[in-house]
C-alpha cells in the first residue's frame, strides 16, 4: 500500500530534509528510520518540497509504501515514539498508486516570519529572523505585488538550483504585521531553490526605504540572480503546506480556497 502522511518539525537543529551521507541529523533520516522500526523493513519517503538546514515545516506531506497492516493512528503514535521531540507525525492516510508527494503536489504555501525590532529574541532566536532596521510592511507589499502572477524567476533562482524551468506562478503573496512581527505567506504552484528567501532578501531594501516598491519589478525583469537582494536567513522560513488536486482526497489548508480553481485547472494543463 501507498501512504501519505504530514510531518511537522523544528529544523532548527538539522541540516535540512534530505538524506545526507555525511551525517544523520536530516529530518529525512529520522522519519525513514522511525517508520522502517513500525514496518519491519527498510522504508523509504518522498517529499513534497525539501526544506534547506534550519527550515521548519507546520505540514511537510511524504509518502511511502509498505505491505504491513496497521491501523493509522497506529502508525501515527508509533512513528511518534521512535522520532525526536522536534519532528512530529500529525496525520497519516492510505493514497493510490498513482499518488506522488511531489509530482501531484500542485501548489505550495511558505510562510517566512521577522522579528522587527532592536533586540533579538529569547525565546524564538532560531523561529525567526530579526531585522534591527524598521520596516514598512505596506511599501513591501507594493513591491512583492510586482511578483505576483507566471513569471520568469531566474532573480530568485540559487546558483546550484536544479529545477527545469524558472518560470513559476505565484498566486498570492500576503504581508501583514503583528506588533513587531512581520509574517510573509507565498503561495504557488512551485519554488526554485532559494527563491523565498531570495524575494524576501528583495523585498527587505523597499522595507527599509532604500529603493523604491518598483524596483522589484526591475530585478524580475532583469532575470539576473546578482540584480536581486541577499538571500535571507533560513531561521524564519517555515513549509506551511501543499495542495494536491481533488482527486487524492487529502484535506487543503483554508489558504488555497481563493486559488483552487485556478489551481485545478493549471494541474489539468488548462490554463
Same mark, same amino acid.
Given at each position: 500500500?501507498?501512504?501519505?502522511?504530514?510531518? !511537522?518539525?523544528?529544523?532548527?537543529?538539522?541540516?535540512?530534509?534530505?538524506?545526507?551521507?555525511?551525517?544523520? %541529523?536530516?529530518? %529525512?533520516?529520522?522519519?525513514?528510520?522511525?517508520?522502517?522500526?513500525?514496518?519491519?523493513?527498510?522504508?523509504?519517503?518522498?517529499?513534497?518540497?525539501?526544506?534547506?538546514?534550519?527550515?521548519?515545516?507546520?505540514? %511537510?506531506?511524504?509518502?511511502?509504501?509498505?505491505?504491513?497492516?496497521?491501523?493509522?493512528? *497506529?502508525?501515527?503514535?508509533?512513528?511518534?515514539?521512535?522520532?525526536?521531540?522536534?519532528?512530529?507525525?500529525?496525520?497519516? *492516510?492510505?493514497?493510490?498508486?498513482?499518488?506522488?508527494?511531489?509530482?501531484?503536489?500542485?501548489?505550495?504555501?511558505?510562510?517566512?516570519?521577522?522579528? #522587527?525590532?532592536?533586540?533579538?529574541?529569547?525565546?524564538?532566536?532560531?523561529?525567526?529572523?530579526?531585522?534591527?532596521?524598521?520596516?514598512?510592511?505596506?511599501?513591501? *507589499?507594493?513591491?512583492?505585488?510586482?511578483?505576483?502572477?507566471?513569471?520568469?524567476?531566474?532573480?530568485?533562482?540559487?546558483?546550484?538550483? %536544479?529545477?527545469?524551468?524558472?518560470?513559476? *506562478?505565484?498566486?498570492?503573496?500576503?504581508?501583514?504585521?503583528? #506588533?513587531?512581527?512581520?509574517?510573509?505567506?507565498?503561495?504557488?504552484?512551485?519554488?526554485?531553490?532559494?527563491?523565498?528567501?531570495?524575494?524576501?532578501?528583495?523585498?527587505?531594501?523597499?522595507?527599509?526605504?532604500?529603493?523604491?516598491?518598483?524596483?522589484?519589478?526591475?530585478?524580475?525583469?532583469?532575470?539576473?540572480?546578482?540584480?536581486?537582494?541577499?538571500?535571507?536567513?533560513? #531561521?524564519?522560513?517555515?513549509?506551511?503546506?501543499?495542495?494536491?488536486?481533488?482527486?487524492?482526497?487529502?484535506?487543503?489548508?483554508?489558504?488555497?480556497?481563493?486559488?483552487?480553481?485556478?489551481? !485545478?485547472?493549471?494541474?489539468?494543463?488548462?490554463?
Amino acid at each position: 500500500m501507498k501512504f501519505a502522511l504530514g510531518v !511537522e518539525y523544528d529544523g532548527s537543529r538539522y541540516h535540512g530534509w534530505q538524506r545526507q551521507k555525511t551525517t544523520s %541529523q536530516t529530518v %529525512q533520516g529520522h522519519v525513514e528510520k522511525a517508520l522502517s522500526v513500525l514496518a519491519s523493513h527498510s522504508v523509504a519517503v518522498v517529499c513534497a518540497g525539501r526544506t534547506d538546514a534550519g527550515v521548519h515545516a507546520y505540514e %511537510q506531506v511524504v509518502h511511502f509504501e509498505s505491505d504491513k497492516q496497521r491501523e493509522m493512528h *497506529q502508525w501515527v503514535l508509533g512513528a511518534n515514539t521512535n522520532l525526536p521531540a522536534d519532528i512530529r507525525v500529525i496525520w497519516i *492516510q492510505p493514497v493510490c498508486d498513482d499518488f506522488h508527494a511531489r509530482f501531484s503536489a500542485a501548489a505550495r504555501y511558505y510562510r517566512y516570519e521577522i522579528l #522587527n525590532r532592536w533586540v533579538k529574541s529569547a525565546l524564538h532566536r532560531n523561529h525567526v529572523t530579526t531585522i534591527f532596521q524598521p520596516l514598512d510592511e505596506a511599501l513591501m *507589499q507594493q513591491g512583492a505585488d510586482y511578483l505576483i502572477g507566471k513569471h520568469d524567476f531566474t532573480s530568485f533562482r540559487a546558483q546550484g538550483c %536544479q529545477a527545469k524551468s524558472p518560470i513559476k *506562478q505565484i498566486h498570492s503573496i500576503s504581508i501583514q504585521r503583528s #506588533n513587531d512581527k512581520i509574517t510573509i505567506d507565498i503561495i504557488a504552484s512551485a519554488f526554485l531553490h532559494h527563491m523565498v528567501r531570495n524575494i524576501v532578501g528583495t523585498l527587505l531594501p523597499v522595507g527599509r526605504s532604500e529603493v523604491k516598491p518598483e524596483w522589484v519589478n526591475a530585478v524580475l525583469l532583469a532575470k539576473d540572480r546578482k540584480q536581486a537582494g541577499v538571500t535571507a536567513l533560513p #531561521n524564519g522560513l517555515y513549509f506551511k503546506g501543499v495542495y494536491y488536486p481533488q482527486q487524492f482526497g487529502l484535506k487543503s489548508l483554508s489558504a488555497f480556497s481563493p486559488f483552487i480553481d485556478k489551481i !485545478e485547472k493549471q494541474s489539468m494543463n488548462l490554463v
